[in-house]
């Protein structure tokens, strides 16, 4: 889907007069490009941003999979439709892959040598604490995206387990249910966009520790 969403973007560049595709594109790009200026000082890394933007995309699309799809079978309410990161196993691997790519681009852009010297500063008896601060930053990364798309969720099929109820539940239910869904989408919105800040974060201080060493 993120792909589709790209080619639909870019298929009809213009210049002078570009769509409302280009426009959101371009809108995308620059958010990325602001964070990127924020949090790790430099803009103009084209393999940094194509790959931030590609992961807004993909949480974004995610994060919504779950809200207008929110179906209930069953007298136990049982959902067989939900976004997949409401799913730990996702979110937590998603936040691994990041820890990864992150460490991936330190020893790309200063070599293994500093990489590794990096956790012995300021000194040396830090190193169990640097190490263990690797762990700790993919668990809160991963855990964070999980908790609020799962608890909207868990909004969203107690009140989709009311239609079963009855019309009189299911019409009570109608209002909560659209605000909620609302609500959703702007926190679907706003987790994407902060998984992708705290990735470019954890970037920015892993470059310019490694900088600085």
Known sequence: MVFMIIVLCTRKLKERTPGKWQNFL???IE???NIMLSS?????NLFILSFGVVLFLYLFIANMM?????????????VW??????DPHITMTMSIMMIVYIHFIDIRLHGIKKYLLSYIKPIKVLLPINVLEQFSTS???GLRLFGNIYAGEVMLTLLAGSIVSGLGMCLLAAVPMVLWQAFCIFIGTIQAYLFVLLTMVYIGQRVNEASHA
């Not at 809200?67 to 079978?73: D, E, G, K, R, T």
């Open 26 to 28: 371009e809108w995308m």
């Open 31 to 33: 958010q990325v490009e």
């Open 40 to 44: 790790i000082g430099n803009r103009n």
């Open 66 to 78: 779950g809200i207008p799809f929110s179906f209930v079978a069953g007298e136990e309410s049982f």
């Open 81 to 86: 439709w939900k976004s997949p990161t409401a």
């Open 139 to 141: 668990l809160t990364l």
